[in-house]
């Protein structure tokens, strides 16, 4: 499908929203866009969700069937915890993205981004019994604030929301086991920074354990120092995004449409 014709079935909301709400659109088309320039995509599974600013945890999905680099501020799905779509749109949105987001926009107030991700490194980490190995700086920022959740099956059943819910915690990220990744952010901008920086961590685990050599694991007061470290720089986390906008309109991205 191409761009002008996804255009042409979603006119622009810009105007028609609150300023609030357009920005957040604006970050979450460009959060997708981002995913699949870096290689975290997986056709059109997955997703990511915001929370609308001001509403009663509505949030906004990606349309079911569109290539996360063919997703617009305009085309983004806008539901309520229940599920229904609020606005008019000729898209529909995945069941299993609803299941898992919606518990967490429910749970978890100080949650304004979720984002899932299936890559190799990242399902291969959630296999191994040892969940993610303190071996690498980028790994702390995850020490002591990472969670895990069994697999269930794909997540269509939704009182495993329950159970998404209890595990999570008020951890930053997941590991959901034989699955993929997810990590949670106030701001679309930390949401995507934690699963950049977790799918480092997954992919420097892999090619370590190929290694022969045994590996060196930080005792737990300095991956402890560590993680308090990051949690102070934590204030910074928002850098980088001006600059990952810039990387996407030299590409001419569509996102803001």
């Not at 105007?15 to 979450?28: A, M």
């Not at 291969?124 to 969670?147: C, D, E, N, T, W």
Request: glycine fraction near 8%; include cysteine; charged fraction near 20%.
């Amino acid at each position: 499908m191409g761009v002008d014709k996804i255009n042409k079935m979603v006119p622009s909301l810009q105007g028609k929203v609150s300023d609030e709400e357009w920005e957040t659109r604006v970050n979450l088309a460009a959060c997708y866009h981002l995913v699949a320039h870096y290689g975290m995509s997986d056709l059109v599974f997955t997703h990511i969700s915001a929370r609308v600013p001001g509403s009663d945890h509505h949030f906004l999905i990606n349309p079911y069937g569109l290539f996360f680099d063919e997703i617009t501020a305009s085309s983004l799905i806008k539901v309520d915890i229940d599920g229904n779509i609020l606005d008019e749109t000729p898209f529909f949105i995945n069941p299993a993205g609803y299941t898992i987001h919606s518990a967490i926009h429910a749970a978890r107030e100080d949650v304004g981004c979720v984002l899932h991700t299936h890559t190799t490194a990242g399902m291969a980490v959630a296999a191994q019994k040892q969940g993610l190995l303190p071996i690498s700086q980028h790994s702390m920022m995850f020490y002591g604030r990472l969670a895990y959740h069994g697999y269930e099956g794909i997540a269509l059943d939704l009182d495993e929301r329950e159970r998404l819910v209890r595990d999570m915690g008020d951890s930053i990220a997941m590991i959901l086991r034989n699955h993929g990744l997810l990590t949670v952010g106030t701001t679309v901008s930390e949401a995507f920074r934690r699963i950049f920086y977790l799918e480092k961590s997954c992919e420097s685990q892999i090619k370590a354990l190929a290694g022969d050599s045994e590996l060196i694991l930080p005792s737990r007061e300095v991956c402890e120092h560590a993680a308090g470290q990051f949690k102070i720089s934590a204030s910074q986390s928002g850098l980088e995004w001006p600059g990952l906008l810039r990387l996407l309109d030299r590409k001419g991205a569509n996102y803001r449409d």
